[in-house]
């Protein structure tokens, strides 16, 4: 796999990915399980930059945007939980709660976070880089910006090996049994969910979209939330 192995960061001066990796550090001194998520998600991040860094999108301005705007979704949401928990979307308030739960495995913190991020707040970033400039791009340039969205999933895809070695094995060691015995099968099932989850997204930002009436969209982005929640239940076997 091309980023098997860690990342290949070609934007060390990135200031998101330096964000992600000062608050990762101080989590990781104390023990604090949201890193296992923000480690992830920082791996995810920087082999997107690498891709944009070789012009693999159809509009790298357009996918270095989107990564920054989806990033201040995640630490807004982090500084609201922090200041005051019950002020956080409900989802993180799950996600980040599951985090210091000793009975939760790591697997389940880690897909809670990416459930919470994915299913919730890129739905809300892809409507905000959109919904400018929707009703006046033409059925290509709409394309381009859902072809750009879907090779991330390789990118994501081509993270998950690393994610499995350097986040949840270390934290989990029965992962490594689990690797040997299924060889590619147990990530392909990750990949396999995380894109069904993306296409979902992109079809709820559309529909966004399409939405006039504030009251109509406040009520899809609650059961945006709902369903997000409803899959956390489900990671938690609840």
Not at 90 to 109: E, G, L, Y
Not at 133 to 142: L, P, S
Request: glycine letters at 4%.
């Amino acid at each position: 796999m091309l980023f098997s192995k860690g990342t290949k960061q070609l934007n060390p001066n990135n200031p998101t990915i330096s964000h992600m990796e000062t608050q990762t550090g101080q989590w990781q001194e104390i023990g604090d399980d949201k890193a296992l998520f923000l480690r992830c998600y920082q791996m995810m991040t920087s082999n997107v930059l690498v891709a944009v860094d070789h012009h693999e999108f159809n509009d790298p301005i357009w996918v270095s945007t989107l990564l920054d705007r989806f990033a201040d979704y995640y630490f807004i949401a982090l500084r609201a939980y922090e200041d005051d928990p019950a002020s956080a979307p409900t989802v993180w308030q799950v996600a980040h709660n599951a985090a210091k739960d000793p009975k939760i495995s790591a697997m389940q913190k880690l897909l809670l976070g990416v459930n919470a991020h994915i299913n919730y707040d890129l739905v809300l970033t892809l409507v905000d880089m959109l919904e400018a400039e929707w009703d006046d791009h033409t059925e290509d340039v709409r394309n381009g910006r859902y072809t750009d969205h879907c090779h991330i999933n390789k990118i994501i895809g081509d993270t998950i090996d690393a994610v499995q070695d350097e986040v949840l094995e270390p934290a989990m060691p029965i992962m490594d049994v689990i690797d040997k015995l299924l060889g590619p099968i147990d990530e392909r099932i990750i990949v396999h969910l995380i894109s069904q989850w993306r296409e979902k997204v992109w079809q709820n930002a559309t529909c966004l979209l399409e939405m006039d009436n504030p009251q109509e969209k406040s009520h899809f982005i609650n059961q945006i939330e709902q369903d997000a929640l409803q899959t956390g239940s489900l990671i938690c076997n609840k």
